[in-house]
Structure formats: structure tokens, C-alpha cells
Nanobody
């Protein structure tokens, strides 16, 4: 079994910045894609950004130009730098990773979620 532990959420005024971090630990043979999803009250969980093991990022339209995803393969970690935050960015943010924890088996893992609130 692997685990994902997130940190970095909080309350920030509109226009502010936050950095979310996530580290994977446990039984891990390899990690493929890593990313961040979010879920606002009453809405479905949606992709914010993801990054391949080779470092190629992909962003939701709502994140382009404001958020930057990065990854440290040696540390099994992924981060999301969020700038120019808007009230619509308020949500619980979840770290995601596709992990090979036993040979020939890949499983999706999720973090526990971290609350991001953008409000004055």
C-alpha cells in the first residue's frame, strides 16, 4: 500500500497565492502520472493539473496561466503553485498518483484532501 500526504491549503484573499505539496510513501515500485483535482461544494471532482513521469504538464482551462504543477521524482512528490487566486478556486484539493505498488499492477491513489478558501 502507498499513501499520499498533502499540505499547504488555507485561507487566502482574492489575488493571493498558495502552494500545495504532496508526497507519496509506502510500498511504491514506480509512479506514473501525478496531479491535482478539486471538488467544490455541490460540484463534481474536476482535474486541475497533472504531470507525467517525464515532466510534461497538462492543465485545465481554469488553471492555465495561473497555476504551475511541478514534480520531484526522487522525492516522489508533486506540487501545485497557485497564483492570482479567485473565489471560484475555493474547493477541497486532492492529490492524485497512479502507482505501481506490486509488480504489473497500477492503482490510483488519492490524498486526504486539503481545503483552499479564497475570500476577503
Amino acid at each position: 500500500q502507498a499513501q499520499l500526504v498533502e499540505s499547504g491549503g488555507g485561507l487566502v484573499p482574492p489575488g493571493g497565492s498558495l502552494r500545495l505539496s504532496c508526497a507519496a510513501s509506502g510500498s511504491i515500485l514506480s509512479i506514473s502520472a501525478m496531479g491535482w483535482y478539486r471538488q467544490a461544494p455541490g460540484k463534481e471532482r474536476e482535474l486541475v493539473a497533472q504531470i507525467t513521469s517525464g515532466g510534461t504538464p497538462n492543465y485545465a482551462d481554469t488553471a492555465k496561466g495561473r497555476f504551475t504543477i511541478s514534480r520531484d521524482n526522487a522525492k516522489k512528490a508533486v506540487a501545485l503553485q497557485m497564483n492570482s487566486l479567485k473565489p471560484d478556486d475555493t474547493a477541497v484539493y486532492y492529490c492524485y498518483a497512479l502507482i505501481q505498488d506490486i509488480p504489473n499492477t497500477w492503482r490510483p491513489y488519492w490524498g486526504q484532501g486539503t481545503q483552499v478558501t479564497v475570500s476577503s
